[in-house]
Structures are given as structure tokens and as C-alpha cells.
């Protein structure tokens, strides 16, 4: 996949660093990543929902849930591990309708991990006039 954008590629860039620093068995919300990085959890997750196959078995992808823990179905690496059997190989308790039975308690704050990505802030734009 091709950055849009010099942003796009920035916040891409970002979102992949902090969920490499996302140890096995612990979740990140996709809330919390947009939280850190300023954009909207839907960004975070098209980012990961949009990674190429080579990217899908490096990146720990898996470990980036939405913050109801229902995993979208059909989600899978390019292997054709599927997200829930990713987390389950982890420790991770998961029903056999997608949703992960406690994710509070695997659930880690972006800020707690060895990332290196500060948390950003967009700008405030000036008032219309």
C-alpha cells in the first residue's frame, strides 16, 4: 500500500511502530492508538485492516482490537491465521462469536509501551473569518 499522503504516511508509520511494541498476550484498542496519535480509531484500524501480506506476518496486527473486544470476522493474516486463533495462540481467551471474554485485562496503555512515538496533538485552527 502507497502513503496518500506525507501525513498519511507519518501516522501509518506510527501506528505500525506502537503496535510492534505490543507484547504477546496484551491488547491495544484502536480508540487508545487514535487517542495517542490524534486520528480517528477508524484510521488506526483501516491501516491495519490494509496491510499487505509481508506486513501482516511481521507486524503483531492481531493485537490492535476494537475496545468492545469483538473481533471483526474474516480477519486474517496471510497465512489464513485468523485474528482470534492469533490471540488465542497468546493466551487470550476468545469466543467462538469473536468476542474476547475479558480485554480489560490484557488491555495496555499506549503510553506504557516501548514505542517511542510521542503522543501528537493536531494543531488548533484558527478561527474562520
Known amino acids: 500500500m502507497r502513503a496518500r499522503s506525507p501525513a498519511f504516511a507519518r501516522i501509518r508509520a506510527d501506528v505500525l511502530a506502537i503496535v510492534q511494541a505490543v507484547p504477546p ?3 491495544v484498542t484502536f480508540g487508545d492508538l487514535g487517542a495517542h496519535l490524534d486520528v480517528m480509531p477508524r484510521h488506526v484500524a483501516y491501516i491495519l485492516a490494509t496491510l499487505d501480506p509481508a506486513e501482516q506476518l511481521a ?3 492481531h493485537r490492535a482490537v476494537p475496545e468492545s473486544g469483538r473481533l471483526r470476522p474474516g480477519a486474517s493474516d496471510a497465512l489464513g491465521s485468523s485474528q482470534a486463533d492469533l490471540l488465542r495462540a497468546e493466551g ?5 462469536s469473536g468476542m474476547i471474554a475479558d480485554p480489560a485485562a490484557h488491555r495496555r496503555a499506549v503510553a506504557d509501551l516501548p514505542h517511542g512515538v510521542p503522543v501528537q496533538r493536531r494543531p488548533d485552527r484558527p478561527p474562520a473569518g
Open 59 to 61: 507486524i503483531p496486527w
Open 25 to 27: 498476550g496484551t491488547l
Open 92 to 96: 487470550v481467551a476468545v469466543a467462538a
